[in-house]
């Protein structure tokens, strides 16, 4: 799913961020690797250009997957809790001057 978003992604131009919302188990990869393996794959091969946000729930971690990462024990604070990394991703994103 998150191979799919990202080639969706990659054809609207510049700026494009996914966030996932996990439980921090890969559910599928192909033969020849594991899921997890599969998954760290296809976030390291994203455009440069590219930001994702893995936001691991009920207190799972998806560090070893997205560099950007936050995790959340409660459904409640997610955004509270994601607001600080996400602001931090925007600025890489954004050109200078923020336009």
């Known amino acids: 799913a998150v191979e799919w978003c990202i080639n ?4 609207l131009g510049d700026n494009r961020m996914l966030v996932v919302i996990s439980d921090g188990a890969p559910s599928d990869g192909p033969s020849n690797m594991s899921a997890s393996e599969h998954l760290i794959s296809v976030v390291q091969s994203a455009d440069k ?3 994702c946000l ?3 729930i009920d207190g799972h971690s998806v560090a070893e997957y ?3 990462s936050v995790t959340s024990r409660n459904v409640r604070t997610i955004g509270k809790e ?3 990394t996400m602001k931090k991703m925007l600025k ?3 050109p ?3 336009q």
Do not use: Q, R, V
């Open 49 to 51: 250009d590219f930001a």
């Open 8 to 11: 969706k992604l990659n054809k």
């Open 82 to 84: 994601s607001l600080p």
């Open 92 to 94: 890489k994103m954004l």
């Open 96 to 98: 200078k001057g923020g």
């Open 54 to 56: 893995g936001i691991g």
């Open 66 to 68: 997205y560099a950007n």
